[in-house]
Structure formats: C-alpha cells, structure tokens
C-alpha cells in the first residue's frame, strides 16, 4: 500500500491483517461499524472469518470461542454496546482469554449521541469487570496509532491472555489522515506459548517464575477445560479460597508487574517551566498545540498512548519538582480519571 489517505477505523483493521487477526465479529453500530465493513473485505480472501452476531453480547462471544480454539480474534464497538460486553469481559480477564476489543467512543450516557466524540468510556473501560482486576487499555492519538496500537495489541493479548481495548474515538476514527503503513516499523508479532512436550498439560498452572499459563486450543487432541467460574490451576470450577486468592493475585501480578513494557507515551520537556500537561487519546492533538505555543511556562507535554502509562511512568521523575500537572481527556468527566490514576495503585 503505497502513501494515501486512511481513516482511523480502516487503519486498525489493516493492523488486525498485519498482527494475523483472523477472526472478527461485531454488530453494527456508529461509529465502529466501518471497521467491521473493511474486514468483510480483508478477512476472507485470507482464510479468515468475519461475520454479524444477532448482538453484541453474541459478538464477542463468538470472539471467546475462537480464540480459545486458537485463533487471533477483535471485536468493535462503541458506547452502550461496550456495555453489553461487560460479562464477556470479566469472562475473558478471568479465564485468560486472549482477545482485542475496540472501543469506538463516542458521547454517552446510555446511547448518547452516535454522531459526537468523547471518551465516554474511559471510566468504564477500567472499571466494567466483575472483580476490579487491572486491564491494558491503549489510547491512539492519530491514525498512525491505529495501526501501530492494534499490532501492539494483539501481541500484548497473546502474551498475556487477556483481553486487550483500543480506546479509540470518533474524531480518530472517521477523520483521514496522510499514511504509509508500509513506511511504519512494526513490532514483532507475538504468538500465545505453548506447554513444553512430555509434561502434562495442566490448563492454568504456571511454574515459579511464570505469570501467564501455557496455552492449548480447545478441539485439539488435549482435552482442555475452561469455564467462567472460579477455578483452579486444573480448569475445574473450586470454592477453595486460597486456590482462588492465588489465581486472582496472579491475574492482577502478570499486568501490574511488568506495566513499564506496555506503557507508550511521547514526551516534550521543557527546561525551567512549573507546568507538566498530562494527556492521552485524541485530546493530546489540542494539548501538543498549546504546549508548542506556550512553551516557555509549560514544562511540556506528556501524550500518553495508554492508560496504563497515564498511571506511571514517566511522572515518578518529570512531575516531581513541578508545581502544576494539569491532565486533559476528551471524556464526558476526564478529572477523576485523572485523579485517581495520579493516586490509584492499580491504575
């Protein structure tokens, strides 16, 4: 694909293609439903699959299904249909199931205003699964972050078997900008681990040292248990609390402890200034204009391309000595968001 223009929704499809993404479903909606057009497109010359869910909650079920038989899986949508996800989600995070969700954000509450952008899902993007266990979520500022997020993404979920957000935006997503995908270096693309031979497979145990299980797809010839309930390292469903205090340790462990190696952000210090302007997502375009223009009070700018940065690094050294850190997000109520990532361990 040579130099043209792309939307944001095309451009993480094309980075779906690239990361070998070869199953989607979703249920239309707007401003996600172009993503979903494109792979209709893309997915099946390749020996992929792409199909419509009655819903949304069907959708991204369909997605589990695939992924725990070994496929590379994404969903997308936005608003009230992140809501309806809401179960599949926690099934996803606690059952160690890899998969990338897009969520094309839009004005909320409820259906909101398909038609305007904000972040209006930010809070719940953290915060909508059962049990509170800490999520990757990656924000893109412009197209270019489409792409390049959605490789880190799948590589991220297949890493860690989780599920993964792109916190996308409408304004990102329908605007066309100027791209070479070709020209972007991609990272290496990453596969989920596979269990050493000669040793029987034992679906969620990890050795000492290890934080994320082995995997094996379900229909192999290794019989592989899964379920949604509390379980064991076997697979099977237990009330054992210290069986289950482990797990849910290890869950939030395999994230927290390694969030430095997914944490993207480009930083603008300035020399002298009092001011460190904290951003992510779409807004970082507005706060890079006013950081170019007032350079000389702002210490500068720190655009954030995941949540999980906003909550870290790299603050613990260019925020210390500065007086003021205001954080600016394009959602409907960016400030708590802002305030607890300043305080919340968890982020």
Known sequence: MAFCLM?????????????????????????????FNILLKLLPPLGGICIQ??????????????????????????????????????????????????????LGPSTGSATRGADGD????????????????????????????????????????????????????MTRE???????????IIERSVPPPGKPFVPFETSSGQLTPYFLPIGGNVPVRQTSSTHGPDGYITT?????????????????????????????????????????????????????????IWHGGIAFNSQNALARAPRSDQGKSRERQPCCGGGDEPGPVCQRDRTHPSG
Not at 8 to 25: D, H, L, Q, T, Y
Not at 79 to 86: F, P, Q, T, V
Not at 178 to 188: C, F, Q, S, T, V
């Open 178 to 188: 100027n791209i070479d995908i070709h020209a972007i270096a991609k990272p290496e």
């Open 240 to 296: 054992d609390s210290d069986k289950i205090a482990k797990i849910q340790e290890r869950l939030k462990t395999k994230l927290l402890s390694t969030v430095t190696g997914f944490s993207f952000y480009e930083s603008y210090p300035e020399q002298g200034a009092d001011t460190l302007l904290l951003t992510y997502g779409v807004t970082a375009r507005a706060a890079r204009d006013v950081y170019n223009a007032q350079k000389k």
């Open 7 to 35: 939307e944001g929704n095309e451009a993480i499809a094309w980075g779906a293609v690239a990361s070998e993404c070869r199953f989607f479903a979703g249920y239309p909606i707007t401003p996600a439903t172009t993503i």
């Open 122 to 173: 930010i809070q719940f993007l953290r915060w909508g699964n059962s049990g509170g266990l800490p999520v990757i979520v990656l924000a893109p500022v412009d197209v270019k972050d489409c792409y390049f997020l959605t490789i880190q993404a799948f590589n991220l979920a297949e890493k860690f078997r989780c599920p993964v957000f792109i916190a996308s935006n409408k304004e990102i997503a």
């Open 53 to 106: 869910g009655e819903d949304e909650i069907a959708s991204i079920g369909y997605c589990l299904g695939a992924s725990m038989a070994g496929r590379k899986v994404m969903t997308a949508t936005s608003g009230a249909g992140i809501s309806l996800y809401s179960e599949h989600i926690s099934f996803a995070i606690g059952s160690e199931i890899p998969i990338v969700i897009v969520d094309v954000q839009r």
